[in-house]
């Protein structure tokens, strides 16, 4: 599996980036990706995931409403678009596989990350 961020870089509060990861060695029809985050000093935390076999999506309270995911099965690729970025979304994003359990979501081979800062 190997999977590969693009995207990051720094902005101002309230501004808008989008991230993208181009996945290879795992299928979509199999598995669900995602993105995961770990700021300074806090604990890698899941962000969003999406499964394009039943059409799932997974959104962190704490970006509901701001950030979307979508995938291009096409391509092999998922996006990450990321509006109203706050100072608090500061962190390295990781593009991840998951999997959807009955009431969580487990997150594993991820890529090698891609900076996100948000400057207030």
């Known amino acids: 599996v190997q999977l590969v961020e693009s995207g990051g870089g720094l902005v101002q509060a309230g501004g808008s980036l989008r991230l993208s990861c181009a996945a290879s060695g795992v299928s979509f029809d199999d598995y669900a990706i995602g993105w995961l985050r770990q700021a300074p000093g806090k604990e890698r935390e899941g962000v969003s995931c999406?499964?394009?076999?039943?059409?799932?999506?997974y959104y962190a309270d704490s970006v509901k409403g701001r950030f979307t995911i979508s995938s291009d099965n096409a391509k092999n690729t998922v996006a990450l678009q990321m509006n109203s970025l706050k100072s608090e979304d500061t962190a390295v994003y990781y593009c991840?596989?998951?999997?959807?359990?009955?009431?969580?979501?487990?997150?594993?081979?991820w890529g090698q990350g891609t900076q996100v800062t948000v400057s207030s």
């Open positions: 991840a596989r998951c999997t959807f359990g009955s009431d969580s979501r487990t997150f594993d081979y």
């Open positions: 999406i499964s394009t076999r039943d059409g799932r999506t």
